[in-house]
């Protein structure tokens, strides 16, 4: 009966002592699992919280650019609008006389006009070529500022090369390049009153 006992209270002792082990070994490996999450997250939320740092500030550049380039546009819309302004403040006309009808033309503000001024007033013999413009070659050349201008419109005035005036009477696409000059305001029979061949056209101040 003793013996029995005995080994009877062993084996408790034991199975006390392998849960008592267990126990303290899962205590240590939970400590040792809660310390790593700890420090994962720990390292985690610097992380995101650079991100979000990253993000926010690179969402306030991109706010701040889009702010500067509305100011940008609207600055460039008023620039435009005054350059506008004063192009038409400097604008000169003049009138020009073809027989008996007298058509008004607006001329631009360059060297080039600035030469035409000069002249005022001038009667020219003007030859037509092509059956869609007038034209004649002054003595002496002009200042030029030419480019491909695309599109002729009825009652454009161009210089061609230096000391070509040009004046069109006719409508069309053109790849040549002319130095812009002005434009009648109102060319409605200017086609008529220019006729076929020479003509005689007078320009002076208005």
């Known amino acids: 009966m003793r013996v029995f006992t ?3 209270l062993k084996r408790i002792v034991t199975l006390l002592t392998i849960v008592i082990i267990f126990t ?3 205590y240590f490996n ?6 790593e999450e700890k420090e994962f997250f720990k390292n985690n939320g610097n992380y995101l919280n650079l991100n979000d740092n990253k993000s926010e500030n690179l969402d306030n550049m991109l706010s701040k650019n889009l702010e500067e380039e509305e100011g940008n546009s609207k600055l460039d819309t008023v620039n435009d609008e005054n350059t506008s302004d ?3 403040e400097s604008e000169r006309k003049i009138l020009i006389r073809v027989g008996e009808q007298e058509f008004t033309a607006v001329f631009y503000n360059n060297d080039s006009t600035k030469s035409v001024f000069d002249m ?3 009667t020219l013999n003007m030859a037509d070529m092509n059956s869609n413009e007038k034209f004649y070659n002054f003595d002496n050349s002009l200042p030029t500022n030419s480019n491909r201008v695309g599109k002729i419109n009825n009652g454009d005035l161009m210089l061609y090369g230096s000391d070509c005036l040009v ?3 006719e409508s069309f696409s053109t790849m040549y390049s002319y130095t812009p000059l002005g434009y009648i305001e109102n060319p409605d ?6 006729g076929e061949g020479n003509v005689t056209v007078t ?4």
């Open 6 to 8: 005995r080994r009877v």
């Open 24 to 26: 303290l070994t899962s």
């Open 30 to 35: 939970n400590q040792t699992i809660l310390s």
């Open 86 to 88: 004063m192009d038409k």
């Open 120 to 122: 005022l007033p001038f």
């Open 167 to 169: 004046l069109f009477y």
């Open 189 to 194: 029979g200017l086609k008529e009153a220019l």
């Open 203 to 206: 320009f002076s101040d208005k």
